[in-house]
């Protein structure tokens, strides 16, 4: 099960210029906790995909409904990992139970559906949902580098 | 001969060159997401599958691929493979990009160059 995470989070509408508001907040609350540039990227290209999902597949109820962004910087130290969860207002959809495509081999079969989910499962080290009170709740973790060599 | 579209809103931007009749090098920058796709995408399947030519995509001055991106990448590849011609991508070494391509396995049905010279030639002799 999910757990509470201390306020830091960000309320969207679902479109496509809010995605590029979350991605600057992101970035920004990351920094400003020195997360490696490394893991905002990763965290980025999962929440943009996540959120791009909803905007084209939540459907036109999902799309009046804010999405509410919390993050959790984790602790290098402690070897708590950097969480984002998204909350959203769609119909249920648990992304860690969907079946992801056979990866392409010619390109003439190369199919262009379910790429974004994807590059969430290949970009963060862990994927949890629940639904909790008519509404998703995903929560997408990255680890923090290791310091201590031959890890 | 340089065909800009350039979107101050999206930071997007797209510009082509043809370096014979039937090699192209189309040059995209910017954030590749749902915004920036959107003022581009048009332009980029009519210069890339509009007739059989070899066609160099060059990346190295986007600095974020998302599968909106990838999927319009992968659409014009196989549209101008179905007309005889052939698309490669070139990305800067160790970029976010390239490790997009990598990671959805694109890098296994478009071949991926990380050097302008080599990918032109590679295109060259195949066409």
């Not at chain 1, 962004?69 to 602790?75: A, S």
């Not at chain 2, 040059?27 to 590749?32: F, I, Q, S, T």
């Not at chain 2, 059989?52 to 659409?75: C, E, P």
Request: charged share 20%; glycine share 8%; hydrophobic share 40%.
């Amino acid at each position: 099960m999910a757990a509470a995470l201390p306020a830091d989070q960000l309320h969207i509408q679902p479109d496509p210029h809010s995605l590029r508001e979350a991605s600057l907040w992101l970035a920004e609350r990351c920094r400003q906790r020195s997360v490696p540039q490394e893991l905002i990227d990763r965290l980025d290209l999962c929440l943009n995909e996540v959120l791009a999902n909803l905007v084209d597949h939540a459907g036109p109820g999902a799309l009046d409904t804010p999405v509410e962004l919390l993050l959790d910087p984790g602790d290098p130290s402690g070897g708590s990992p950097v969480c984002l969860q998204v909350r959203d207002g769609g119909a249920p959809f648990d992304p860690t139970a969907a079946p992801s495509p056979t990866a392409p081999t010619v390109l003439a079969e190369t199919g262009i559906g379910g790429l974004g989910l994807v590059m969430v499962r290949r970009f963060c080290d862990d994927m949890r949902y629940r639904r909790i009170n008519d509404r998703n709740e995903l929560t997408l973790c990255l680890s923090w580098p290791q310091e201590t060599p031959g890890r | 001969m340089a065909d800009p579209t350039d979107s101050p809103v999206t930071g997007s931007s797209i510009h082509h060159e043809d370096i014979s009749d039937d090699l192209r090098t189309v040059r995209l920058a910017g954030r590749l997401d749902m915004l920036g796709m959107e003022p581009i995408a048009l332009k980029f399947t009519s210069l890339t599958a509009s007739h059989a030519q070899q066609v160099l995509v060059d990346l190295r001055a986007v600095s974020f691929l998302a599968s909106i991106g990838i999927r319009s990448i992968v659409s014009s590849a196989r549209a101008l493979e179905a007309k005889g011609g052939r698309m490669a991508l070139l990305v800067a070494p160790g970029s976010s990009v390239e490790a997009t391509l990598t990671s959805t396995g694109i890098s296994e049905v478009i071949p991926i160059h990380t050097d302008e010279a080599q990918a032109l030639a590679a295109l060259g002799a195949a066409g």
